[in-house]
């Protein structure tokens, strides 16, 4: 493993087989044992076993890498392994420990947008996306996560408006249009709903659960559960 290329993050993400982890698994426990004072170790491990779904583990060696090098980047790790478990509360201490003198972290604030719309919490969730946005302005997630969250509050037009803005910078970017969709679906144009998820299922690039989703609001029921069939043999 070498740290100075990203042949170690290749490996661990490329890797199914229950032996190639089992051993990777051990060479890591190795080099904690012969480099304590190193985190990346731990933060490699914990890559693996949050890629495996195994997410309390992973929160582990995240805290311990933590212990040795307590930088806000380790708190936005274990932030999200809680987010992925549905523990809402505790991934938001995190991301909250994580903004604590480092009130420009782009990473933190977004993911406690994200926590804080699990919550239910909509004008909370929409400053810590404005915050974002502030950051970057181009960012197509955080202008589809403005307009969720405006959408969520009603505010159909502001949603509108920040799901045309991500489809003017990335036309191919599906989530955008689902974005988009869903707006003229709560504000109950039907057939404006349509158009847009019509042009969504004819991208180049769709994703499997954008498209999915959109057959299925569209009543193309079969065609919709055929994907979800697909993608749940594929994993």
């Given at each position: 493993?070498d740290?100075?290329?990203?042949?170690?993050?290749?490996?661990?993400?490329?890797?199914n087989?229950?032996?190639?982890?089992?051993?990777?698994?051990?060479?890591?426990?190795?080099?904690?044992?012969?480099?304590?004072?190193?985190?990346?170790?731990?933060?490699?491990l914990?890559?693996?076993?949050?890629?495996?779904?195994?997410?309390?583990?992973?929160?582990?060696?995240?805290?311990?890498?933590?212990?040795?090098?307590?930088?806000?980047?380790?708190l936005?790790r274990?932030?999200?392994?809680?987010?992925?478990?549905?523990?809402?509360r505790?991934?938001?201490?995190?991301y909250r420990?994580?903004?604590?003198?480092?009130?420009?972290?782009?990473?933190?604030?977004?993911?406690?947008?994200?926590?804080?719309?699990h919550?239910?919490?909509y004008?909370d969730?929409?400053?810590?996306?404005?915050t974002?946005?502030?950051?970057?302005?181009?960012?197509?997630?955080?202008?589809?996560?403005?307009?969720?969250?405006?959408?969520?509050?009603?505010?159909?037009?502001?949603?509108?408006?920040?799901?045309e803005?991500?489809?003017?910078?990335?036309?191919?970017?599906?989530?955008?249009?689902?974005?988009?969709?869903?707006?003229?679906?709560m504000s109950?144009?039907?057939?404006?709903?349509?158009r847009?998820?019509?042009?969504?299922v004819?991208?180049?690039?769709?994703?499997p659960?954008?498209?999915?989703?959109?057959?299925?609001?569209?009543?193309?029921?079969?065609?919709?559960?055929?994907?979800?069939e697909?993608?749940?043999t594929?994993?």
């Amino acid at each position: 493993l070498d740290e100075n290329t990203n042949k170690a993050f290749d490996v661990i993400f490329n890797m199914n087989d229950e032996d190639d982890f089992a051993l990777l698994r051990s060479h890591l426990l190795l080099k904690i044992q012969q480099e304590p004072n190193k985190s990346l170790w731990h933060y490699l491990l914990a890559l693996k076993y949050s890629n495996r779904e195994e997410f309390y583990a992973a929160i582990k060696e995240l805290k311990d890498g933590h212990s040795i090098d307590p930088r806000p980047f380790y708190l936005v790790r274990i932030g999200e392994q809680y987010n992925s478990l549905g523990d809402y509360r505790r991934a938001e201490v995190y991301y909250r420990r994580a903004l604590e003198g480092h009130d420009d972290y782009f990473d933190a604030h977004k993911g406690l947008g994200n926590v804080l719309v699990h919550q239910l919490r909509y004008e909370d969730a929409l400053k810590e996306f404005e915050t974002c946005h502030n950051q970057r302005p181009e960012d197509v997630i955080i202008l589809g996560n403005l307009s969720g969250v405006h959408r969520m509050l009603g505010n159909f037009e502001k949603a509108k408006e920040y799901a045309e803005t991500a489809i003017s910078l990335n036309s191919n970017y599906s989530d955008s249009w689902l974005k988009l969709a869903r707006v003229y679906e709560m504000s109950g144009d039907d057939a404006e709903m349509k158009r847009t998820l019509e042009n969504l299922v004819n991208l180049e690039t769709v994703s499997p659960r954008d498209k999915a989703i959109s057959l299925a609001l569209l009543g193309r029921t079969e065609e919709a559960m055929s994907i979800v069939e697909q993608e749940w043999t594929m994993t």
